[in-house]
């Protein structure tokens, strides 16, 4: 049985191999050479007592030393940055017990090596042209930049249809929100339309790192269309918190470990906020976070003191200037520029009669 994934591990050894670096550099070499070789990111002593032969190099990583050292039959070491090249033409002997479902000799070499010592081990196939990473006991197929960007592409096209969706049920939100008609069921469409734009942002932004030098234009479309969200999702939490003696960040991770199925469900994912969810249609008031929080230069340790002082959103919108100008940190000036962008947000989200 496979060991749990460290994916923050698994795409950083990702990022390595993508096109622009060394080590990619190097692979599309011994690939165009019709050549194979096993490379190990690592120098642990448990990595070295399953070398034998071969000899010791410690010189810097070029494209093209990997490939003439690849032309011998041994596998290389290299440090755990892959900046080094170690050791080259070594014989990996890992144990022979480790099961493996791999059936060439070079891939049940680098599955057990990697078992066995915990460290990454990539193995390119002469035969297949392949790139293959061993990484906490799982295989993933590196694959050519045209397939990646082809999944990319695919994902950013649900990325941008997501997050038209996404800002629809923040507006319907926002316009219950001065209406002071908020229901448990708006609160949970809204943490599970957040939910559903971080992970498949999460997921464009793995092929980003594949990408390499090749995705940048697409981290920037990722990063316009993604960056507001996260902040959103914990400012939602904070408005709705049953218990606000919670950190909002638990909910948070709670929602990030729910299984597609349960985000579906509404009452599961407003249960995470008030415990008994039982009654979706249940009116809740919101205490300003997410509001207050998009006024231009106003302070979150003032949007706290607001909060703290009036308890809700609907008593924050009822103030006059001079109540709010009382707070510590608004004063006058401030005082008048929170009425005025409430005004406005509220003449832009409430219909016209």
Known sequence: MAEPVDEARRREILAMLAPGTTMRDGIERILRAGRGTLIVFGSTPQVMSLCSGGF?????????RIAELAKMDGALVVDAEAGRILRANVQLVPDPTIPTDETGTRHRSAERTAKQTGMPVVAVSESLGAVSLYLDGVRYVVDEVA???????????????YRSRFDEVIEMLATRELEDQVTLRDVALALQRAEMLRRIADKLDGHVIEL????????????????????????????????????????????????????????????????DAGDLDRRVTARGYRMLGRIPRLPMVVV???????????????????????VEGVGPTRARAIREWLRRRREQLTPRA
């Open 304 to 326: 706290e003191r607001l909060i703290e002082h009036f308890g809700s959103l609907p008593l924050i919108l009822e103030a006059t200037t001079t109540a709010l100008g009382d």
């Open 56 to 64: 010791a190099i410690d010189s810097p990583a070029t494209g093209q």
């Open 147 to 161: 397939t990646v960007m082809y999944r990319a592409n695919q994902a950013m096209s649900t990325l941008e249809r």
């Open 212 to 275: 390499g030098e090749e995705g940048r234009m697409i981290a920037l479309q990722l990063e316009e269309l993604f960056e507001p969200v996260e902040s959103v999702l914990e400012l939602i939490v904070r408005d709705y918190l049953g218990d606000r003696r919670r950190r909002p960040s638990r909910p948070v991770a709670e929602l990030g470990a729910l299984t597609t199925d349960a985000l579906l469900d509404h009452a599961l994912v407003a249960g995470l906020l008030v415990g």
